[in-house]
């Protein structure tokens, strides 16, 4: 049996491989030039690109791909053999420098929202050296940025590593301000909790809505579904145990540090949580992920979902983003410590999170929107559409106490009891957690809730990173003018604290009060994904992307189409989904039992005795009108989808969309499970949502 110790990361160039395969000298100008963003020289490149070609080879590969992240949430690659041929006609295995640094694509079929004609088909993809290489499936995987012929960003890693270089930056100058000049390197580093469906693939591949669009677009409710907890960190099924073995072992290998496995909530759902790194690696690894569970799952005879809403009136799925800032000398700049009211370095930190939250509220929303995840978010599953900060006891009296200009006085830690003396003693943590905050200190990270299980974490955490780095940099700005800065810093504070405090709240994120609370406050409410995107385009997010050299007021113009075309899309394929699954088979089906019930009819009056048709009868007149109903919405639908392919404003669209369209599907779907309910299994065509949460 072979040790994970020993499989872990076997199939990565990772830092391990490097220096075992490179020249000091190599691999110090590799680490410098990631470090310092600057370029590594052609004859370094070349011996690089040689020595992990003659790795991946050893490894199984045959060929090399660049493995990018166009703007689909799923990742793209084309695959090159090593196979080459020498000036006598010989097969030899070559890889160069320029293969290494440089691959091109067909940029035109890809998303681009305008910054490519269809005709300008060329783009690059290019080698991200922060993150490591790999081999899977005979091939070596390169990750890689995406870019057009003229530069302009296509895709979600390079504007991740520009928002990490520009947080660097700032918090660096915050740094030296405090004395701190030891640190040359901070990095963002995240965690990412990943919540996903499994059903079996017999019953996924009968209904088309879940083939086609990832949920079921109708079901009546089941007899039982969440209402117990019962599945929650419940006992794993055997064949649940060897499908999450298998993830294990595979993410294992590809040196993706997969830490916890559980069951969540609802029937049939999981999760699996990957110890913190780097975001841009931990970004990667996420896609890694994903890609895993579909692939294992389908070995197993099973169908993982990770669409964030599969099941209405059943929790869907989300992506817990956990946040933290981590120096090159292991320092986490989020950390308390044991005298929090005394760190400045941590509080100069904590507001700069609370002041760029409080700012650029719009942009974390923004960040989380699509339209499957509008169906989550603010369901007693997942955070509302309220950004808010969820400090604590502690840290929110610390807070207090520095805008009053009062000592803080820290609370005794109390040791956990509950009456039995054989539990061995371990101090309470200084405060419960909110579950219901969308954006939550959770000890020495923020755990930003909202981002939607199917998502790339990459661009919610740009927008974080880059955020921050705009209240660092005000900071600095400020600080850096004063000849004894450090005696400003606890004025600077106060006042962060006092124009910022309306983002923070402690209280039940789900409540009406609430709602009215943030009104109150001046909060934005974007229930719709129509309605934050809307505020893509404005001058001050223009603006805080070009100061830092992360997005081009052209490349935010593209991402804001891409979006909103994307909603248009996919709202557009599930309203064809329905109105093919109804007339081809609902409406049929119903057809054929109201048929079977007036046959009984007719079978019973011709016995000539006094026999009750009254259920045949009304069930009659229930399911024809229903029928007809069903009939007529269907028939609007269509109707609405042809009058929307009409509008040729792409914002006017997507607004008429989200209320016309997304209406009409209501309220067909209310019909569907209506009928669902009074026809008996045997007649109805598709697997019912017991059917399917217990399919495993």
Not at 181 to 199: D, H, N, R, W
Not at 648 to 653: A, D, T, V
Request: charged share 25%.
């Amino acid at each position: 049996m072979v040790k994970i110790t020993d499989m872990f990361g076997s199939m990565v160039f990772n830092e391990k491989v490097m220096k075992q395969k490179l020249s000091s000298k190599v691999y110090n100008s590799l680490k410098k030039a990631i470090d310092e963003n600057s370029s590594v020289d052609s004859l370094t490149g070349e011996i690089i690109a040689q020595a992990i070609k003659e790795w991946a080879i050893e490894k199984g590969a045959t060929h090399f791909t660049h493995w990018f992240q166009p703007m689909t949430e799923v990742t793209a690659e084309k695959h090159n053999s090593f196979l080459e041929f020498d000036s006598e006609g010989n097969v030899e295995m070559n890889f160069s420098v320029k293969e290494l640094i440089k691959g091109e694509s067909d940029a035109s079929s890809f998303p681009s929202g305008g910054l490519r004609a269809t005709f300008e088909a060329r783009g690059y993809t290019s080698w991200d050296p922060t993150s490591y290489a790999f081999v899977k499936n005979k091939s070596l995987y390169i990750p890689s940025f995406f870019c057009s012929y003229s530069g302009e960003v296509l895709d979600e890693k390079t504007p991740l590593l520009k928002s990490i270089y520009a947080l660097n930056k700032q918090s660096l100058r915050i740094l030296k301000i405090l004395g701190n000049e030891s640190i040359s390197k901070v990095t963002p580093s995240i965690g990412a909790e990943q919540e996903y469906f499994l059903i079996d693939k017999d019953v996924y591949k009968k209904r088309k809505d879940i083939v086609f669009c990832g949920r079921t677009l109708f079901g009546a409710d089941p007899v039982k579904a969440q209402d117990l907890s019962d599945h929650y960190f419940g006992a794993l099924k055997p064949r649940i145990v060897r499908f999450m073995q298998e993830v294990d072992e595979e993410l294992w290998k590809l040196g993706i540090p997969s830490k916890t496995k559980h069951n969540e909530v609802a029937p049939a759902q999981h999760e699996v949580v990957q110890i913190h790194t780097h975001s841009n690696l931990a970004s990667d690894q996420n896609h890694i992920i994903m890609e895993t569970l579909k692939i294992v799952a389908d070995r197993h005879n099973l169908v993982c979902l990770l669409h964030e809403k599969p099941f209405k009136g059943i929790n869907g799925s989300g992506k817990h983003n956990n946040w933290s800032l981590m120096t090159n000398t292991g320092v986490n700049l989020l950390d308390p410590g044991t005298s929090p009211r005394d760190n400045a370095q941590f509080l100069i930190f904590l507001c700069a999170m609370i002041k760029a939250v409080d700012e650029y509220a719009d942009l974390l929303r923004i960040s989380v929107s699509s339209y499957s995840n509008d169906k989550r978010l603010g369901g007693q599953e997942a955070p509302p559409s309220i950004i808010s900060v969820y400090l604590g006891d502690e840290i929110m009296g610390i807070l207090e106490s520095i805008e009053r200009g009062e000592i803080y006085t820290r609370q005794a830690r109390n040791n956990f009891k509950i009456g039995l003396n054989v539990l061995l003693s371990f101090p309470c943590d200084t405060s419960d957690r909110n579950r219901t905050s969308p954006f939550a200190f959770t000890g020495n990270k923020f755990e930003f809730r909202m981002v939607g299980s199917s998502q790339s974490v990459a661009s919610p955490n740009m927008v974080l990173n880059t955020i921050v780095a705009e209240a660092l940099k005000e900071f600095a700005d400020e600080l850096e003018g004063l000849s004894i800065p450090s005696e400003h810093i606890n004025a600077l504070l106060v006042k962060t604290i006092k124009k910022h405090k309306r983002i923070i709240f402690s209280g039940n994120s789900y409540s009406k009060d609430w709602e009215e609370e943030a009104k109150l406050r001046g909060l934005n409410n974007f229930k719709s994904s129509i309605e934050a995107l809307e505020h893509s385009l404005d001058e001050k997010n223009i603006k805080l992307f070009e100061t830092h050299g992360v997005l081009s007021r052209r490349e935010l113009d593209s991402r804001y189409k891409i979006h909103m075309e994307n909603y248009c899309k996919v709202l557009h394929i599930e309203s064809k989904t329905l109105i093919s699954m109804v007339r081809g088979d609902i409406l049929f089906a119903v057809s054929k039992y109201t048929k079977k019930l007036s046959d009984a009819v007719i079978a019973k009056s011709e016995l000539k005795c006094d026999i009750s048709v009254e259920y045949e009868l009304n069930m009659i007149k229930h399911l024809s009108k229903l029928s007809s109903s069903l009939f007529k919405k269907i028939e609007q639908l269509e109707t609405c989808n042809k009058e929307l392919k009409k509008i040729e404003s792409l914002s006017e669209r997507a607004r008429r969309s989200s209320t016309e369209v997304l209406t009409l599907m209501d309220e067909t779907r209310k019909i569907i499970d209506e009928m669902e309910k009074n026809m008996p299994k045997k007649y109805w065509p598709y697997p019912t949502y017991e059917d399917i949460i217990y399919s495993v």
